[in-house]
């Protein structure tokens, strides 16, 4: 480690093998020092879930670039990585490249985004990076330029405490991207499909797949930020209180 080099760790939910990550911490690595904890599988929709029943391993797989597998979830990979793995707290923690959509709603099913606000509750200033394709062979090289001049920024200027920031890029030549947008979470929802699998005995089994579907019409939106070619940046907090104390007072009652 290099004195006076910020500290960064870097995780996902798409795995170790993710072209994603691989391409994120090389270039994350010109910025800091940095720490590659990764689920040793696809861990993606984990959310903010953790592994409380079983033991969890970790492995070193890459001692020269401090890259470690977790049997885990993401949330599992940060928390074990603040405890067991890093020297200190880090100055920043970067989650994805994420392979798929994680605007509009889709951040409440992520384990790419929910990794990053893990850290952010640690008190780390946190981002998490997607791309709309879900194809493994996205030419990530573009966007480098973008991913290290926003860690600068947080780096120098640090998040709000709380504030996690999830960014996604979307699925067109880059070329065409006409700028970083500043949205609000965006309106959508999935309609799902339950696809037959086989029936052993009692037990139906079914394979889940869906089509997503979004208001555009909005905007201040991601979902209308992405569709007019714009890089979405949603805050997102981890305080999610609603703003509708006040209009649900009637529920109140003292004993």
């Known amino acids: 480690m290099i004195k006076n080099k910020p500290l960064i760790l870097v995780v ?10 691989s391409f994120l911490s090389s270039v994350i690595r010109e910025i800091g020092d940095v720490f590659v904890v990764a689920p040793h599988l696809n861990r993606s929709g984990a959310s903010h879930s953790m592994t409380l029943n079983q033991p969890i391993y970790l492995e070193k797989i890459n001692e020269r670039k401090n890259e470690f597998i977790c049997s885990g979830t993401p ?3 940060v928390k074990i990585a603040m405890k067991k793995i890093l020297p200190r707290k880090p100055d920043l923690c970067i989650s994805g490249i994420n392979h798929g959509s994680n605007h509009s709603i889709n951040g409440l099913y992520s384990g790419t985004l929910h990794g990053a606000m893990e850290a952010t509750i640690h008190g780390v ?13 996205i030419n990530f090289q573009p966007f480098g330029s973008i991913i290290k001049k926003m860690t600068h920024s947080v780096l120098e200027h640090h998040l709000p405490q709380g504030v996690t920031l999830n960014v996604n890029f979307p699925n067109i030549n880059f070329n065409q991207i006409k700028g970083l947008k500043i949205c609000q979470q965006g309106k959508g929802c999935w309609s799902e499909e339950f696809k037959y699998v086989k029936k052993n005995k009692s037990k139906t089994f079914y394979s889940i797949s869906g089509e997503f579907k979004s208001d555009f019409n909005d905007k201040k939106s ?24 006040q209009e649900l007072n009637y529920l109140e009652y003292e004993f």
Do not use: M, R
């Open 12 to 21: 996902n939910d798409d795995g170790i093998e993710s072209q994603g990550i």
């Open 75 to 77: 949330v599992d990979c």
């Open 125 to 137: 200033s946190s981002l998490a990076f997607s791309h709309l394709s879900y194809s493994d062979t």
């Open 222 to 245: 991601d979902s209308w930020a992405l569709k007019n070619n714009f890089i979405s940046i949603v805050p997102v907090t981890i305080d999610s209180t609603s703003c509708l104390t």
